[in-house]
């Protein structure tokens, strides 16, 4: 829920959490659904980045299929800029 609403310093607080375990490719909300590919669709630069920096995976795919490239263009922000940290 954090991601959604855009709480940076509560997904810090959520990856700092439990260093042993890969926060960064951690599916949410109780289905597959990559924190990544979340936060894309939220249109959320500065968790994203975050994410990319720990090594969260570009082409991890929820249940359904959908991936955080996918989610750039369907969800909310500037397509442009999550592409491009997407492919960067």
Do not use: C
């Amino acid at each position: 829920k954090a991601i959604q609403k855009g709480d940076t310093k509560s997904v810090l607080k959520w990856i700092n959490a439990n260093p042993r375990e890969d926060r960064a490719n951690a599916t949410i909300s109780g289905s597959i659904v990559p924190a990544l590919l979340l936060a894309s669709y939220h249109g959320d630069l500065t968790v994203m980045v975050i994410l990319l920096q720990l090594g969260a995976n570009v082409d991890g795919r929820a249940t359904f299929g959908t991936t955080a490239m996918s989610g750039a263009f369907k969800g909310k922000g500037d397509i442009n800029e999550k592409v491009r940290l997407l492919l960067s």
